[in-house]
């Protein structure tokens, strides 16, 4: 009997639960998106615009964000060159969501700027789960990736000072 694909990973183990954040201005839209995050075992926050949804994201920690291009005010693209701009925000991983026959241009500037993936606003579940899936993945490597190399940076600080002698030994 085969396992149910969105209870593993790739390398088999269950996937952590993540938080999402959900961006789109059209409400029923947005609940789609939650519901259907929430149905693969994740929690989901929403924003109704870019405005709200920039807020969220410099108070809060999310896993990835899935991000519509057009809303008013602030558009999908004003966030992730936002987001890829802040230092503390810009490894969370960008889905865009799209209407794609009449925003391919705006997708192809949305990887441009470092959007991770798109998906078209009626998208498969399937699809959400491989994509958001495999956006997860990539992120908690590149955590781990930061973590290991914050601790070769410790371990390198407190060398250097033992091998300098400027260490205070007790008696």
């Known amino acids: 009997m085969m396992d149910d694909p969105s209870s593993i990973t790739h390398e088999g183990i269950a996937p952590s639960r993540a ?6 201005d059209n409400r029923l839209s947005r609940k789609k998106m939650r519901m259907a995050v929430e149905a693969l075992g994740h ?7 870019g405005a709200m949804a920039l807020e969220l994201l410099k108070g809060g920690t999310f896993d990835a964000v899935l991000l519509d291009i057009m809303m008013p005010e602030i558009d999908g693209l ?7 701009d802040d230092k503390n925000l810009r490894d969370i991983p ?20 470092g959007a991770e993936d798109f998906l078209p606003k009626n998208f498969d579940p399937v699809l959400l789960r491989a994509r958001l899936g495999a956006s997860l993945a990539k ?3 590149h955590d781990q990736e930061r973590e290991y190399f914050s601790r ?13 002698g400027r260490f205070a030994r007790k008696t």
Not at 19 to 24: R, T
Not at 43 to 49: Q, Y
Not at 95 to 105: G, H, V
Request: aromatic letters at 2%.
């Open 78 to 84: 004003d966030v992730l060159g936002a987001l890829k």
């Open 19 to 24: 938080q999402i954040l959900v961006v789109d």
């Open 139 to 141: 992120k908690r490597f």
């Open 94 to 113: 960008v889905i865009i969501i799209s209407a794609l026959d009449d925003e391919t241009e705006s997708v192809v500037r949305a990887i441009a700027l």
């Open 152 to 164: 070769i940076e410790r371990l390198t600080a407190a060398a250097e000072v033992l091998e300098a």
């Open 43 to 49: 929690s989901a926050e929403t924003a109704e615009n």
